[in-house]
Protein backbone atom coordinates (compact mmCIF):
# COMPACT_ATOMS: atom_id res chain seq x y z
CA UNK A 1 0.00 0.00 0.00
CA UNK A 2 0.73 3.79 -0.35
CA UNK A 3 0.48 6.88 1.64
CA UNK A 4 -1.40 10.01 0.39
CA UNK A 5 -1.30 13.35 1.73
CA UNK A 6 -3.53 16.43 0.65
CA UNK A 7 -3.06 19.96 1.64
CA UNK A 8 -5.92 22.78 0.83
CA UNK A 9 -5.42 26.02 2.32
CA UNK A 10 -7.37 30.31 1.40
CA UNK A 11 -3.75 31.38 1.38
CA UNK A 12 -0.68 29.93 -0.49
CA UNK A 13 1.03 27.89 2.57
CA UNK A 14 4.30 25.34 1.83
CA UNK A 15 3.85 21.79 2.60
CA UNK A 16 7.07 21.43 4.09
CA UNK A 17 6.55 20.46 7.76
CA UNK A 18 3.63 17.37 6.97
CA UNK A 19 5.87 16.52 3.79
CA UNK A 20 8.69 16.41 6.20
CA UNK A 21 6.66 13.81 8.10
CA UNK A 22 5.59 11.72 5.08
CA UNK A 23 8.98 11.64 3.63
CA UNK A 24 10.11 9.68 6.17
CA UNK A 25 7.61 6.70 5.69
CA UNK A 26 9.47 6.46 2.49
CA UNK A 27 12.13 3.79 3.56
CA UNK A 28 13.10 4.84 6.66
CA UNK A 29 9.78 5.08 9.50
CA UNK A 30 7.89 2.91 6.74
CA UNK A 31 8.48 0.58 3.88
CA UNK A 32 6.98 2.60 0.96
CA UNK A 33 10.32 2.99 -0.91
CA UNK A 34 9.27 2.79 -4.53
CA UNK A 35 9.29 5.91 -5.26
CA UNK A 36 7.39 9.55 -4.44
CA UNK A 37 5.59 12.26 -6.22
CA UNK A 38 3.91 15.72 -5.30
CA UNK A 39 1.87 18.19 -7.34
CA UNK A 40 1.75 21.69 -5.93
CA UNK A 41 -0.73 24.29 -7.54
CA UNK A 42 -0.42 27.80 -8.02
CA UNK A 43 -3.89 28.71 -9.85
CA UNK A 44 -4.28 27.43 -12.61
CA UNK A 45 -0.85 26.16 -12.85
CA UNK A 46 0.45 22.86 -11.42
CA UNK A 47 3.81 21.85 -10.81
CA UNK A 48 4.75 18.12 -9.82
CA UNK A 49 8.05 16.60 -8.67
CA UNK A 50 8.46 12.92 -9.02
CA UNK A 51 11.15 10.22 -7.69
CA UNK A 52 10.99 6.33 -8.46
CA UNK A 53 13.50 6.65 -5.46
CA UNK A 54 12.73 6.06 -2.12
CA UNK A 55 11.94 9.45 -0.20
CA UNK A 56 13.73 9.44 2.37
CA UNK A 57 17.15 9.44 0.39
CA UNK A 58 15.67 11.48 -2.36
CA UNK A 59 17.76 14.44 -3.28
CA UNK A 60 14.40 15.67 -4.78
CA UNK A 61 12.74 15.57 -1.66
CA UNK A 62 15.30 17.18 0.17
CA UNK A 63 14.77 20.22 -2.09
CA UNK A 64 11.22 20.47 -1.72
CA UNK A 65 11.18 20.02 2.03
CA UNK A 66 13.38 22.95 2.38
CA UNK A 67 12.36 24.86 -0.20
CA UNK A 68 9.10 26.70 0.81
CA UNK A 69 6.82 26.42 -2.30
CA UNK A 70 4.00 28.10 -1.72
CA UNK A 71 0.44 26.29 -3.04
CA UNK A 72 -3.20 26.38 -2.13
CA UNK A 73 -3.72 22.67 -3.35
CA UNK A 74 -0.78 19.63 -2.94
CA UNK A 75 -1.27 16.29 -3.31
CA UNK A 76 1.31 14.16 -2.36
CA UNK A 77 2.22 10.42 -2.59
CA UNK A 78 4.74 8.17 -1.43
CA UNK A 79 4.68 4.29 -3.37
CA UNK A 80 4.88 1.03 -2.40
CA UNK A 81 4.70 -0.86 -5.58
CA UNK A 82 2.05 -3.59 -5.85
CA UNK A 83 1.24 -3.24 -9.78
CA UNK A 84 3.67 -1.43 -12.10
CA UNK A 85 7.28 -1.92 -11.86
CA UNK A 86 9.40 1.28 -10.21
CA UNK A 87 9.65 3.42 -12.80
CA UNK A 88 9.12 7.25 -13.10
CA UNK A 89 6.08 6.90 -15.68
CA UNK A 90 4.18 4.88 -12.41
CA UNK A 91 4.82 7.50 -9.79
CA UNK A 92 2.21 9.25 -8.76
CA UNK A 93 0.73 11.81 -9.06
CA UNK A 94 -1.02 11.28 -12.69
CA UNK A 95 -1.88 14.31 -14.09
CA UNK A 96 -4.09 14.85 -17.15
CA UNK A 97 -5.59 18.27 -18.57
CA UNK A 98 -9.33 18.12 -18.71
CA UNK A 99 -11.28 21.30 -19.78
CA UNK A 100 -8.53 22.99 -19.58
CA UNK A 101 -7.87 22.61 -16.27
CA UNK A 102 -5.07 20.87 -15.10
CA UNK A 103 -6.31 17.58 -12.88
CA UNK A 104 -3.54 15.49 -10.37
CA UNK A 105 -4.44 12.48 -8.74
CA UNK A 106 -2.83 9.86 -6.16
CA UNK A 107 -4.26 6.66 -5.24
CA UNK A 108 -3.37 4.07 -2.18
CA UNK A 109 -4.80 0.90 -2.87
CA UNK A 110 -5.63 -1.86 -5.57
CA UNK A 111 -8.17 -2.31 -7.86
CA UNK A 112 -8.99 -5.87 -9.37
CA UNK A 113 -9.74 -6.27 -12.99
CA UNK A 114 -9.62 -2.58 -13.76
CA UNK A 115 -7.29 -2.60 -16.54
CA UNK A 116 -10.20 -4.68 -18.66
CA UNK A 117 -11.75 -1.36 -18.62
CA UNK A 118 -11.73 0.40 -21.61
CA UNK A 119 -9.73 3.71 -22.40
CA UNK A 120 -11.13 6.26 -24.72
CA UNK A 121 -9.37 9.30 -24.66
CA UNK A 122 -7.57 9.19 -21.84
CA UNK A 123 -4.41 6.47 -22.00
CA UNK A 124 -2.13 5.24 -19.44
CA UNK A 125 1.32 6.07 -20.07
CA UNK A 126 2.49 3.56 -17.74
CA UNK A 127 1.82 -0.09 -16.04
CA UNK A 128 -0.57 0.61 -12.81
CA UNK A 129 -3.68 0.39 -12.03
CA UNK A 130 -4.34 3.67 -10.44
CA UNK A 131 -3.16 5.42 -13.85
CA UNK A 132 -5.62 3.51 -15.89
CA UNK A 133 -8.42 3.87 -12.87
CA UNK A 134 -7.55 7.60 -13.20
CA UNK A 135 -7.99 8.14 -17.00
CA UNK A 136 -11.18 6.03 -16.67
CA UNK A 137 -12.83 8.56 -14.78
CA UNK A 138 -11.61 11.67 -16.97
CA UNK A 139 -12.86 9.67 -19.82
CA UNK A 140 -16.46 9.60 -17.98
CA UNK A 141 -16.38 13.52 -17.04
CA UNK A 142 -15.28 14.31 -20.33
CA UNK A 143 -18.14 12.30 -22.00
CA UNK A 144 -20.23 13.82 -19.33
CA UNK A 145 -19.80 17.06 -20.30
CA UNK A 146 -17.72 19.02 -23.17
CA UNK A 147 -16.91 21.95 -20.58
CA UNK A 148 -16.28 21.95 -16.97
CA UNK A 149 -19.70 21.64 -14.95
CA UNK A 150 -21.58 23.84 -12.10
CA UNK A 151 -19.46 22.72 -8.96
CA UNK A 152 -21.98 20.64 -7.45
CA UNK A 153 -22.98 18.80 -10.38
CA UNK A 154 -18.83 17.80 -10.35
CA UNK A 155 -18.86 17.37 -6.88
CA UNK A 156 -22.21 14.36 -7.36
CA UNK A 157 -20.36 13.13 -10.65
CA UNK A 158 -17.00 12.97 -8.86
CA UNK A 159 -18.72 10.95 -5.54
CA UNK A 160 -20.89 8.36 -7.95
CA UNK A 161 -17.11 7.53 -10.12
CA UNK A 162 -15.21 7.22 -7.57
CA UNK A 163 -18.11 4.69 -5.50
CA UNK A 164 -18.02 2.67 -8.85
CA UNK A 165 -14.63 2.06 -8.78
CA UNK A 166 -14.15 1.42 -5.06
CA UNK A 167 -16.71 -1.38 -5.77
CA UNK A 168 -13.41 -3.25 -7.17
CA UNK A 169 -11.03 -2.89 -4.21
CA UNK A 170 -9.22 -0.36 -1.92
CA UNK A 171 -9.38 3.41 -3.76
CA UNK A 172 -8.33 6.05 -0.91
CA UNK A 173 -7.67 8.71 -3.70
CA UNK A 174 -6.32 12.25 -3.56
CA UNK A 175 -7.54 14.78 -6.77
CA UNK A 176 -8.21 17.95 -7.77
CA UNK A 177 -8.65 20.24 -10.84
CA UNK A 178 -6.87 23.10 -9.80
CA UNK A 179 -10.32 24.62 -8.00
CA UNK A 180 -10.83 22.24 -5.07
CA UNK A 181 -8.83 19.24 -3.62
CA UNK A 182 -11.24 16.03 -4.04
CA UNK A 183 -11.04 13.03 -1.75
CA UNK A 184 -12.30 9.62 -1.88
CA UNK A 185 -12.08 7.46 1.65
CA UNK A 186 -12.73 3.56 0.79
CA UNK A 187 -10.82 2.40 3.80
CA UNK A 188 -8.40 5.17 5.30
CA UNK A 189 -8.22 9.14 5.02
CA UNK A 190 -8.04 11.45 8.31
CA UNK A 191 -8.00 15.34 8.15
CA UNK A 192 -7.69 18.05 10.02
CA UNK A 193 -8.33 21.83 9.75
CA UNK A 194 -5.81 24.49 11.01
CA UNK A 195 -7.14 27.61 11.96
CA UNK A 196 -6.51 30.83 14.62
CA UNK A 197 -6.14 30.45 17.21
CA UNK A 198 -3.36 28.33 16.48
CA UNK A 199 -1.37 25.62 18.18
CA UNK A 200 2.11 23.85 17.86
CA UNK A 201 2.25 20.51 16.60
CA UNK A 202 4.66 17.79 16.52
CA UNK A 203 5.02 15.35 13.69
CA UNK A 204 4.84 11.41 14.56
CA UNK A 205 7.54 10.06 12.20
CA UNK A 206 10.48 12.58 13.05
CA UNK A 207 11.22 14.62 16.31
CA UNK A 208 9.97 18.06 14.72
CA UNK A 209 7.60 20.41 16.24
CA UNK A 210 6.53 23.25 14.43
CA UNK A 211 4.55 26.38 16.54
CA UNK A 212 1.67 27.76 13.74
CA UNK A 213 1.40 30.50 15.21
CA UNK A 214 4.81 31.88 14.34
CA UNK A 215 4.16 30.64 10.57
CA UNK A 216 0.40 32.01 10.21
CA UNK A 217 -1.81 35.04 10.23
CA UNK A 218 -5.08 34.90 11.91
CA UNK A 219 -6.98 34.57 8.55
CA UNK A 220 -5.66 31.37 7.34
CA UNK A 221 -7.58 28.82 7.26
CA UNK A 222 -5.46 24.99 5.91
CA UNK A 223 -6.56 21.84 6.07
CA UNK A 224 -4.46 18.71 5.57
CA UNK A 225 -5.63 15.77 4.80
CA UNK A 226 -3.60 11.76 4.47
CA UNK A 227 -4.11 7.97 4.67
CA UNK A 228 -2.46 8.47 8.45
CA UNK A 229 -2.48 10.71 11.40
CA UNK A 230 0.65 12.79 10.68
CA UNK A 231 1.08 14.55 13.87
CA UNK A 232 0.81 13.22 17.97
CA UNK A 233 -0.61 16.55 19.31
CA UNK A 234 -3.64 17.56 17.28
CA UNK A 235 -7.16 15.95 16.20
CA UNK A 236 -7.22 13.96 13.45
CA UNK A 237 -10.90 13.23 12.15
CA UNK A 238 -11.50 9.78 10.11
CA UNK A 239 -13.93 10.52 6.53
CA UNK A 240 -16.10 7.85 6.89
CA UNK A 241 -15.87 4.71 4.32
CA UNK A 242 -16.96 5.04 1.02
CA UNK A 243 -17.50 8.72 1.42
CA UNK A 244 -16.54 11.82 -0.99
CA UNK A 245 -15.31 15.04 0.37
CA UNK A 246 -14.05 18.09 -1.01
CA UNK A 247 -11.99 21.33 0.13
CA UNK A 248 -11.76 24.34 -0.68
CA UNK A 249 -10.75 27.44 0.54
CA UNK A 250 -9.05 25.73 3.06
CA UNK A 251 -12.36 24.08 4.41
CA UNK A 252 -15.41 21.31 3.64
CA UNK A 253 -16.98 22.75 0.70
CA UNK A 254 -19.08 19.31 0.16
CA UNK A 255 -19.60 15.93 2.30
CA UNK B 1 11.61 36.25 -27.80
CA UNK B 2 12.58 33.10 -25.41
CA UNK B 3 15.60 30.85 -26.09
CA UNK B 4 15.37 26.79 -26.43
CA UNK B 5 17.58 23.53 -25.52
CA UNK B 6 17.00 20.03 -26.27
CA UNK B 7 19.26 17.28 -26.34
CA UNK B 8 19.12 13.31 -27.14
CA UNK B 9 21.47 10.96 -26.54
CA UNK B 10 21.78 7.41 -26.72
CA UNK B 11 22.05 6.40 -22.82
CA UNK B 12 20.74 8.39 -20.16
CA UNK B 13 23.50 11.67 -20.01
CA UNK B 14 22.70 14.73 -17.55
CA UNK B 15 22.12 18.03 -18.88
CA UNK B 16 24.00 19.79 -16.17
CA UNK B 17 26.50 21.45 -18.42
CA UNK B 18 24.63 22.84 -21.70
CA UNK B 19 22.17 24.05 -18.85
CA UNK B 20 24.47 26.33 -16.75
CA UNK B 21 24.54 28.32 -19.94
CA UNK B 22 21.42 28.63 -20.96
CA UNK B 23 20.04 29.43 -17.40
CA UNK B 24 22.82 32.49 -17.32
CA UNK B 25 20.67 33.76 -20.19
CA UNK B 26 17.24 33.95 -18.19
CA UNK B 27 18.26 37.46 -16.69
CA UNK B 28 22.01 37.83 -16.04
CA UNK B 29 23.77 37.39 -19.49
CA UNK B 30 20.26 37.60 -21.69
CA UNK B 31 16.90 39.11 -21.03
CA UNK B 32 14.80 36.52 -20.69
CA UNK B 33 13.83 36.55 -16.88
CA UNK B 34 10.07 35.46 -17.49
CA UNK B 35 10.45 31.92 -15.92
CA UNK B 36 11.84 29.01 -17.40
CA UNK B 37 11.05 25.02 -17.52
CA UNK B 38 12.88 21.88 -18.49
CA UNK B 39 11.18 18.13 -19.56
CA UNK B 40 13.96 15.05 -18.64
CA UNK B 41 12.06 12.33 -20.54
CA UNK B 42 13.32 8.47 -18.37
CA UNK B 43 11.70 6.22 -20.97
CA UNK B 44 8.07 6.51 -21.02
CA UNK B 45 8.10 8.40 -17.60
CA UNK B 46 8.86 12.50 -18.31
CA UNK B 47 9.37 14.76 -15.10
CA UNK B 48 9.00 18.77 -15.67
CA UNK B 49 10.06 21.52 -13.83
CA UNK B 50 8.95 24.98 -13.54
CA UNK B 51 9.41 28.43 -12.23
CA UNK B 52 7.94 31.28 -13.35
CA UNK B 53 10.94 33.13 -11.57
CA UNK B 54 13.63 34.33 -13.55
CA UNK B 55 16.47 31.17 -14.23
CA UNK B 56 19.67 32.80 -13.19
CA UNK B 57 18.42 33.35 -9.84
CA UNK B 58 16.19 30.27 -9.22
CA UNK B 59 16.39 27.71 -6.66
CA UNK B 60 14.92 25.04 -8.51
CA UNK B 61 17.27 25.87 -11.65
CA UNK B 62 20.32 25.94 -9.47
CA UNK B 63 19.16 22.11 -7.73
CA UNK B 64 18.86 20.94 -11.73
CA UNK B 65 22.43 22.84 -12.39
CA UNK B 66 24.07 20.53 -10.06
CA UNK B 67 21.94 17.57 -9.64
CA UNK B 68 22.75 15.15 -12.09
CA UNK B 69 19.25 13.60 -13.55
CA UNK B 70 19.86 11.18 -16.57
CA UNK B 71 17.60 11.40 -19.63
CA UNK B 72 17.49 10.53 -23.25
CA UNK B 73 15.82 13.35 -24.68
CA UNK B 74 15.85 16.84 -22.52
CA UNK B 75 13.09 19.87 -23.66
CA UNK B 76 14.29 23.18 -22.00
CA UNK B 77 13.07 27.17 -22.23
CA UNK B 78 13.67 29.77 -20.71
CA UNK B 79 11.40 33.00 -21.32
CA UNK B 80 10.58 36.15 -21.77
CA UNK B 81 7.02 37.24 -21.89
CA UNK B 82 4.81 38.80 -25.23
CA UNK B 83 1.53 36.64 -24.80
CA UNK B 84 0.49 35.69 -21.65
CA UNK B 85 1.65 36.87 -17.96
CA UNK B 86 4.29 35.88 -16.18
CA UNK B 87 2.50 32.61 -14.30
CA UNK B 88 3.03 29.32 -14.11
CA UNK B 89 0.72 28.24 -16.18
CA UNK B 90 2.54 30.01 -18.91
CA UNK B 91 5.84 28.18 -18.42
CA UNK B 92 7.27 26.21 -21.34
CA UNK B 93 7.31 23.36 -21.91
CA UNK B 94 3.43 21.92 -22.08
CA UNK B 95 2.99 18.74 -21.67
CA UNK B 96 0.14 16.28 -22.88
CA UNK B 97 -0.95 13.16 -23.02
CA UNK B 98 -1.73 11.23 -26.42
CA UNK B 99 -1.35 7.94 -27.32
CA UNK B 100 -0.54 6.85 -23.95
CA UNK B 101 2.96 8.85 -24.52
CA UNK B 102 4.23 11.99 -22.62
CA UNK B 103 4.16 14.76 -25.33
CA UNK B 104 6.45 17.94 -24.25
CA UNK B 105 6.56 21.18 -26.26
CA UNK B 106 8.56 24.47 -26.25
CA UNK B 107 8.58 27.45 -28.53
CA UNK B 108 10.24 30.64 -28.88
CA UNK B 109 8.48 32.93 -31.42
CA UNK B 110 4.69 34.39 -31.81
CA UNK B 111 1.96 33.08 -34.36
CA UNK B 112 -0.14 35.96 -34.99
CA UNK B 113 -4.55 34.85 -34.54
CA UNK B 114 -3.58 31.29 -33.12
CA UNK B 115 -5.86 31.56 -30.38
CA UNK B 116 -8.89 32.03 -33.13
CA UNK B 117 -8.21 28.19 -34.52
CA UNK B 118 -10.63 26.00 -32.62
CA UNK B 119 -9.49 23.79 -30.21
CA UNK B 120 -11.00 20.15 -29.53
CA UNK B 121 -10.18 17.89 -27.33
CA UNK B 122 -6.97 19.32 -25.95
CA UNK B 123 -7.16 22.90 -24.66
CA UNK B 124 -4.86 25.16 -23.00
CA UNK B 125 -4.60 25.74 -19.44
CA UNK B 126 -2.83 29.34 -19.92
CA UNK B 127 -3.04 32.08 -22.08
CA UNK B 128 -0.18 32.02 -24.22
CA UNK B 129 -0.61 31.73 -27.93
CA UNK B 130 2.95 28.92 -27.51
CA UNK B 131 0.39 26.09 -25.43
CA UNK B 132 -3.04 27.07 -28.14
CA UNK B 133 -0.92 26.18 -30.79
CA UNK B 134 0.55 22.88 -29.21
CA UNK B 135 -3.09 22.04 -28.31
CA UNK B 136 -4.18 22.36 -32.13
CA UNK B 137 -1.25 20.27 -33.11
CA UNK B 138 -2.47 17.45 -30.57
CA UNK B 139 -6.01 17.35 -31.84
CA UNK B 140 -4.39 16.88 -35.25
CA UNK B 141 -2.43 14.28 -34.77
CA UNK B 142 -5.22 12.52 -32.26
CA UNK B 143 -7.73 13.57 -35.13
CA UNK B 144 -5.70 11.77 -37.75
CA UNK B 145 -4.70 8.28 -35.94
CA UNK B 146 -6.71 7.01 -33.21
CA UNK B 147 -3.12 5.40 -32.36
CA UNK B 148 0.36 5.80 -32.65
CA UNK B 149 1.31 5.64 -36.22
CA UNK B 150 4.68 4.52 -38.01
CA UNK B 151 7.26 6.71 -36.94
CA UNK B 152 7.80 8.05 -40.87
CA UNK B 153 4.03 8.73 -41.15
CA UNK B 154 4.34 10.63 -37.85
CA UNK B 155 7.51 12.63 -38.86
CA UNK B 156 5.59 13.71 -42.50
CA UNK B 157 2.48 14.90 -40.26
CA UNK B 158 4.27 16.89 -37.79
CA UNK B 159 6.70 18.22 -40.68
CA UNK B 160 3.61 19.47 -42.59
CA UNK B 161 1.69 20.43 -39.25
CA UNK B 162 4.61 22.43 -37.73
CA UNK B 163 4.69 24.20 -42.06
CA UNK B 164 1.26 25.12 -41.31
CA UNK B 165 1.90 27.38 -38.34
CA UNK B 166 4.85 28.55 -39.20
CA UNK B 167 3.20 30.50 -41.99
CA UNK B 168 1.70 32.26 -39.21
CA UNK B 169 4.54 33.61 -37.10
CA UNK B 170 7.87 32.64 -36.14
CA UNK B 171 8.05 28.75 -34.67
CA UNK B 172 10.88 27.52 -33.93
CA UNK B 173 9.73 24.32 -31.63
CA UNK B 174 10.76 21.91 -29.78
CA UNK B 175 9.02 18.48 -29.66
CA UNK B 176 8.90 15.23 -28.48
CA UNK B 177 6.54 11.85 -27.30
CA UNK B 178 9.06 10.31 -25.42
CA UNK B 179 10.58 7.95 -28.47
CA UNK B 180 12.30 11.19 -30.39
CA UNK B 181 13.09 14.74 -30.51
CA UNK B 182 11.25 16.92 -33.52
CA UNK B 183 12.74 20.15 -33.88
CA UNK B 184 11.28 22.33 -36.46
CA UNK B 185 13.47 25.90 -37.62
CA UNK B 186 11.49 28.88 -38.18
CA UNK B 187 14.33 31.37 -38.10
CA UNK B 188 16.86 30.06 -35.05
CA UNK B 189 18.03 26.41 -34.68
CA UNK B 190 21.46 25.34 -34.42
CA UNK B 191 22.83 21.76 -33.11
CA UNK B 192 25.71 19.13 -32.93
CA UNK B 193 26.46 15.76 -32.11
CA UNK B 194 29.25 14.84 -29.66
CA UNK B 195 30.78 11.49 -30.26
CA UNK B 196 33.80 9.66 -30.02
CA UNK B 197 36.55 11.70 -29.96
CA UNK B 198 35.47 13.57 -27.24
CA UNK B 199 36.99 16.84 -26.69
CA UNK B 200 36.86 19.86 -24.31
CA UNK B 201 34.02 22.65 -24.69
CA UNK B 202 33.50 25.78 -23.09
CA UNK B 203 30.69 27.16 -22.35
CA UNK B 204 29.63 30.89 -23.87
CA UNK B 205 27.93 32.68 -21.03
CA UNK B 206 29.70 31.67 -18.12
CA UNK B 207 33.65 30.86 -17.86
CA UNK B 208 33.06 26.80 -17.74
CA UNK B 209 35.09 24.29 -19.47
CA UNK B 210 34.20 20.33 -19.63
CA UNK B 211 36.43 17.86 -20.90
CA UNK B 212 33.62 15.38 -22.31
CA UNK B 213 36.73 12.87 -22.17
CA UNK B 214 35.89 12.33 -18.53
CA UNK B 215 32.13 12.63 -18.61
CA UNK B 216 31.68 10.11 -21.76
CA UNK B 217 32.25 6.50 -22.84
CA UNK B 218 33.58 6.00 -25.94
CA UNK B 219 30.06 4.49 -27.62
CA UNK B 220 28.04 7.44 -26.44
CA UNK B 221 26.17 9.98 -28.70
CA UNK B 222 25.01 13.42 -27.49
CA UNK B 223 23.11 15.80 -29.64
CA UNK B 224 22.24 19.28 -28.49
CA UNK B 225 20.39 21.88 -30.06
CA UNK B 226 19.40 25.11 -29.54
CA UNK B 227 18.17 28.67 -30.64
CA UNK B 228 22.15 30.10 -30.66
CA UNK B 229 24.89 28.35 -29.90
CA UNK B 230 25.83 27.39 -26.35
CA UNK B 231 29.80 26.66 -26.69
CA UNK B 232 32.70 28.61 -28.19
CA UNK B 233 34.81 26.23 -29.29
CA UNK B 234 32.55 23.45 -31.09
CA UNK B 235 31.15 23.55 -34.43
CA UNK B 236 27.39 24.33 -34.49
CA UNK B 237 25.09 23.35 -37.94
CA UNK B 238 22.32 25.85 -38.33
CA UNK B 239 19.00 24.09 -39.43
CA UNK B 240 17.55 25.47 -42.55
CA UNK B 241 14.75 27.65 -42.74
CA UNK B 242 11.52 25.95 -42.25
CA UNK B 243 12.87 22.62 -42.22
CA UNK B 244 11.60 19.65 -40.12
CA UNK B 245 14.45 17.63 -38.55
CA UNK B 246 14.34 14.89 -35.98
CA UNK B 247 16.67 12.95 -33.01
CA UNK B 248 16.56 9.35 -32.06
CA UNK B 249 19.29 7.61 -30.47
CA UNK B 250 21.49 10.60 -30.20
CA UNK B 251 21.80 10.90 -34.00
CA UNK B 252 19.68 12.26 -36.95
CA UNK B 253 16.91 10.17 -37.82
CA UNK B 254 15.01 12.58 -39.94
CA UNK B 255 15.85 15.65 -41.76
Known amino acids: MCELLGMNANVPTDICFSFAGLMRRGGATGPHRDGWGIAL ?24 REYPIKSRIVIC ?30 HNGQLRGIKK ?7 PIGTTDSEHAFCWLMDQLRERWQDAPPQRALYLCLAELCGTLAEHGVFNVL ?14 LVWLTR ?18 RKETTPHDIVTVIATRALTRDERWVSVERRKFVAFQGGELAFG
Open 175 to 188: LSDSKCLYCFCSTN
Open 77 to 106: HIRRANRGRIALENTHPFTRELWGRSWSFA
Open 117 to 123: WPNAHFR
Open 195 to 212: RAPFQAATLIDEDLTVDF
Open 41 to 64: YEGKGCRTFHDPKPSAHSEIARFI
